[in-house]
């Protein structure tokens, strides 16, 4: 079972340039989000969607877009990186269990802004 | 604002011996969920506990809910360098199951 697949596990940018970070999960999830984690602050909600063509912000949404297009994949765009956008990057799906059900997080995609 | 805090943020003990750690809010949660997260991945869930004064184990890890579903604590016996990793509350409040609270998070390490 792939479970979530994120990629690339490793990038490193000069500020200003465009990126995508790629989500896609196997399980069927409706639910789908994207976090980052930074040390001291946690783990901080960016965006996320509630299924195919359903997107909304989370706590830290500026500098960050999103689409779904399909139920199994939830890129996350940086337009313009910026230093501030140092951190790791994790995708996160749930199923149909609501606020009670397992998220399955990704392996995380290390992103340096330089 | 953090909403749950959690104590200790660092740990360091020896194998074998036992340890709390908690999840403390002034809020209700519907739900509260545990999760483990090791270097280099993301988290992994432990269990989630939705009643209050509900108590869960697994194996040798006991999670209790408070009484009023404001808190909660992980109680790890015998810790073996295994359970080394860094362990994370979330909570779900009545009404809003689309973000999870996250509290900051407790890294534990089991020396051998």
């Known amino acids: 079972n792939a479970g979530v697949t994120q990629t690339p596990k490793f990038q490193v940018l000069k500020t200003g340039q465009s990126m995508t970070l790629q989500c896609a999960q196997d399980m069927n999830h409706e639910y789908m989000s994207w976090y980052r984690q930074d040390p001291g602050m946690g783990l901080r909600l960016i965006h996320y969607s509630v299924g195919a063509g359903i997107t909304d912000q989370g706590e830290v949404p500026n500098g960050y877009n999103v689409s779904r297009s399909t139920t199994e994949d939830f890129p996350l765009r940086l337009l313009s990186a910026a230093p501030s956008q140092t951190s790791v990057y994790f995708c996160?799906?749930?199923?149909?269990?609501?606020?009670?059900?397992?998220?399955?997080f990704g392996e995380g995609s290390r992103l340096t802004v330089l | 604002t953090q909403l749950l805090e959690q104590s200790p943020q660092f740990l360091s003990i020896q194998e074998g011996e036992n340890l709390t750690v908690y999840c403390n809010s002034s809020?209700?949660?519907?739900?509260l969920q545990w999760y483990r997260q090791e270097p280099g991945e993301g988290p992994v869930l432990l269990v989630t506990?939705?009643?209050g004064g509900e108590v869960k184990k697994l194996k040798r890890l006991t999670f209790q809910f408070g009484d009023a579903r404001k808190d909660s604590s992980l109680h790890i016996t015998a810790a073996q360098p295994g359970d080394t990793g860094l362990y994370l509350c979330?909570?779900?409040?009545?009404?809003?199951?689309?973000?999870?609270?996250w509290g900051l998070g407790t890294s534990l390490a089991v020396n051998p």
């Open positions: 809020s209700v949660f519907s739900s």
């Open positions: 996160a799906s749930r199923g149909p269990q609501g606020s009670t059900g397992e998220l399955f």
């Open positions: 979330a909570g779900a409040k009545a009404g809003n199951n689309r973000k999870l609270i």
């Open positions: 506990v939705v009643t």
